[in-house]
């Protein structure tokens, strides 16, 4: 179903590219507020977009609400919220159609395509270096160092400074002896971010 314009899922892959997923969150929360500016919507309201999935709404609302773009309303099934709002930034940005489209691409480019699982594999390292065996300063550190990957990746696919990334895995990985066992995603972003130098 395309009840909003824009197909958010790629061709090579059932994964809906991020920035497509937020642009369609954007507009949905947009046309709602014109509607009924009080109104919040729930996960469920989000669902009926049949081309929004389940596992895309957190992460990718979490990001919204961090631009403060939209406001959440926790519930008591984190990090899932239980209602949301576009705030007047968020308005703002969709009615400028330039700036909208800078930062929310109708069609994300082919580099962008291939980055699509990062976002998701970035909320599972967050978890499992939340949950690592560190303690003390070696946990802040590393939960430090996770926080800068995050910013780093998020920014558009063409001004990655691919040598930070590289050094800020490395920072990560050297918290454990074996990091695949205590990080099992550090090699799946390890991979998903190789991609983009071939």
Request: aromatic content about 8%; hydrophobic content about 40%.
């Amino acid at each position: 179903m395309r009840r909003y314009g824009v197909n958010c899922y790629n061709s090579r892959m059932k994964t809906p590219h991020p920035k497509s997923t937020r642009r369609r969150l954007l507009t949905i929360l947009y046309e709602r507020y014109l509607q009924d500016p009080l109104e919040m919507l729930t996960p469920e309201d989000f669902l009926e977009d049949s081309t929004l999935r389940r596992e895309d709404l957190a992460a990718n609302m979490h990001y919204l609400h961090d631009k403060n773009l939209v406001e959440l309303m926790m519930g008591y099934n984190p990090p899932m919220f239980a209602a949301a709002r576009i705030t007047a930034d968020g308005i703002d940005l969709v009615e400028n159609r330039f700036e909208f489209n800078l930062r929310f691409p109708p069609a994300p480019g082919e580099e962008e395509e291939g980055m699509a699982d990062l976002p998701r594999l970035m909320e599972q390292l967050t978890a499992e270096a939340d949950f690592s065996p560190l303690d003390g300063e070696a946990r802040a550190s590393l939960l430090r160092d996770v926080q800068f990957l995050r910013d780093e990746v998020a920014r558009p696919v063409h001004r990655w400074r691919m040598q930070v990334i590289e050094t800020v895995l490395g920072w990560i990985a050297a918290n454990f002896e074996h990091p695949e066992e205590t990080l099992p995603s550090l090699p799946q972003i390890r991979e998903t971010i190789a991609r983009r130098e071939d």
